[in-house]
């Protein structure tokens, strides 16, 4: 009898990103264990200096760099809801890019990506008109940048309707409501205090796609790109224990863009 050798499956692979460059972490111990950093680029946090050091620790250890915009709100880093028209989002956004862009390239570091910051972050994964004026300022501003947005948000899929690479993102120690939006900060469940359970969540993302919701159903989602904040006092700690745990489990923890090849389509 002759058999058909069954496939072999190719192994999961995601990228690695954590938030930088806010002045509340240890950025250093952590770009040798991820693959993309997102850098506070002056809105909720980060000034020239942080972002000049940032971009060498990410030319130094191979670290793909992105800009990280926000509300212009650094008293309440970035966390609150402000009151603007597309046009200013899309302004704020782009004053951002143009100054983390203006000291990555005079440190040889390239741009590879953006991904907005907290309330904005937020805000564009539920609204459609804030989704599409990050997409289109992104677009206008440099359309080889890959968008980060909460995978299957409004912000991944109007990115994709810009013509750009989009990043699907999912988080290590965030919670998730049934709706795949992540749980408000404050609310019971919005973030994992504990090692086990972010490394539980974390794995699960990056080999199944899937994640536990706060009222106990599972939830599938695309898992381009995996998130851990730096500015959690443990985020040294955290990346290390995430890191082992994706390389014990096998998966191809790259680059977005050393893979060659980022869907400029929305899941």
Do not use: W
């Not at 930088?20 to 909720?44: F, K, R, V, Y």
């Not at 206008?140 to 909460?150: H, K, Q, R, Y």
Request: aromatic share 4%; glycine share 10%; hydrophobic share 45%.
């Amino acid at each position: 009898m002759i058999t058909t050798p069954t496939p072999r499956r190719s192994a999961p692979r995601i990228d690695f990103n954590c938030d930088l460059g806010e002045g509340c972490g240890d950025d250093a111990a952590i770009l040798p264990l991820i693959t993309s950093a997102s850098i506070a680029c002056g809105g909720h946090a980060g000034d020239e200096a942080t972002m000049r050091a940032t971009l060498r620790l990410c030319r130094a250890h191979g670290v793909a760099a992105g800009a990280h915009p926000s509300f212009d709100d650094r008293d309440h880093f970035g966390r609150r809801e402000l009151s603007l028209p597309p046009a200013g989002i899309a302004a704020t956004v782009t004053a951002q890019l143009r100054r983390i862009a203006a000291i990555a390239a005079d440190e040889g570091v390239p741009l590879a990506h953006v991904k907005p910051h907290g309330a904005l972050y937020n805000l564009a994964a539920r609204d459609a008109d804030v989704a599409r004026a990050i997409a289109d300022a992104v677009a206008a501003f440099n359309p080889s940048l890959v968008l980060f947005g909460l995978s299957g948000s409004a912000l991944t899929e109007a990115g994709a309707r810009a013509g750009l690479r989009v990043a699907h993102e999912v988080f290590a120690e965030r919670g998730y409501g049934p709706d795949g939006r992540l749980l408000p900060r404050g609310t019971p469940g919005a973030v994992i205090e504990s090692l086990d359970g972010a490394v539980a969540q974390a794995r699960r993302l990056a080999t199944r796609g899937e994640v536990a919701t706060a009222d106990g159903h599972t939830l599938h989602l695309r898992a381009d790109t995996l998130c851990l904040h730096g500015d959690r006092a443990d985020a040294a700690a955290f990346a290390r224990a995430l890191r082992a745990a994706l390389d014990a489990d096998g998966v191809q923890v790259t680059a977005l863009a050393a893979r060659g090849n980022v869907s400029g389509h929305a899941a």
